[in-house]
């Protein structure tokens, strides 16, 4: 199994062993915000902390970490293109497999610029890039997004939307991954993955989107399991909590 969408900065050594344990066998931990983003140096400290010691730190809990580097909608600086410039050379690194988390959050205009100019160096460097909804307004924030793709020409096979819910599943009319994150308290509870990966037949990556608060380590484990119960194809099973991510992240 592939975790598609964590962040191991602020989660704890004896979780990447539960994970290792519970059958993950690679984490893709990405970019967020974790402190107070106000200056690029903060950014840039961030991801050079994911490449070098995030990886490290999975290589002691036998479990492969794999890094996305990318400005976040929810907290950034106001001098963010310092950062569109200097993202090229963090992707060159081995470890980095996509530019992420980006998408919108609070749908402003300065989001939206931010996001397209992610985009676009997703486009010319032919980078899978993880594009994020929010909780609230997510129908809005995904009509935007979509119009943003269009407006880009990037290819599908780089995209996926990623924390897309019952409500949002059916907006998405083109072959981009969808993410699914199965969050309790804040996004999915696995039983409704599950269902959405048994009644639809799209490119679905699992993920637990791993953080600060309240999420489950077992998260795809437990969504794996149930949809065995539940009678999903094993097709599909196997492309949600593998496939799909390995074909995404390019592994």
């Known amino acids: 199994m592939i975790d598609a969408h964590t962040h191991l900065d602020v989660r704890s050594f004896e979780d990447l062993e539960k994970m290792a344990l519970s059958g993950i066998e690679t984490i893709i ?31 002691m809990a036998n479990v492969e970490v794999k890094v996305a580097v990318g400005v976040h ?28 988390e980006t998408g919108l959050h609070y749908l402003n205009e300065d989001e939206k610029n931010l996001l397209k ?49 019952k409500e949002t599943v059916d907006l998405i009319d083109r072959d981009v991954y969808i993410g699914l994150t199965v969050q309790p308290s804040m996004k999915l ?30 998260a795809l484990p437990r969504t794996k399991l149930y949809m065995k119960k539940i009678g999903v194809d094993e097709d599909k099973i196997i492309a949600s909590t593998y496939k799909n991510a390995k074909m995404f992240y390019k592994l």
């Open 29 to 59: 931990t990405c970019a967020h915000d974790p402190y107070k983003m106000s200056v690029p140096e903060v950014y840039l400290d961030h991801w050079d902390r994911l490449i070098n010691l995030e990886v490290k730190r999975g290589k």
């Open 73 to 100: 909608p929810m907290g950034y600086p106001k001098n963010w293109d310092v950062l569109i410039k200097k993202l090229p050379e963090f992707l060159e690194n081995e470890n980095v497999v996509a530019i992420g």
């Open 117 to 165: 100019e992610q985009l676009y160096l997703a486009k010319d460097l032919n980078m899978p890039i993880i594009v994020h909804t929010p909780e609230k307004n997510k129908k809005e924030a995904l009509i935007e997004i979509l119009k943003i793709l269009d407006e880009v020409k990037i290819k599908d096979e780089l995209v996926m939307i990623d924390h897309i819910n």
């Open 189 to 218: 509870t696995h039983e409704e993955a599950g269902e959405i990966i048994k009644n639809y037949d799209k490119k679905f990556i699992l993920s637990s989107d791993l953080g600060s608060l309240k999420a489950d380590i077992y």
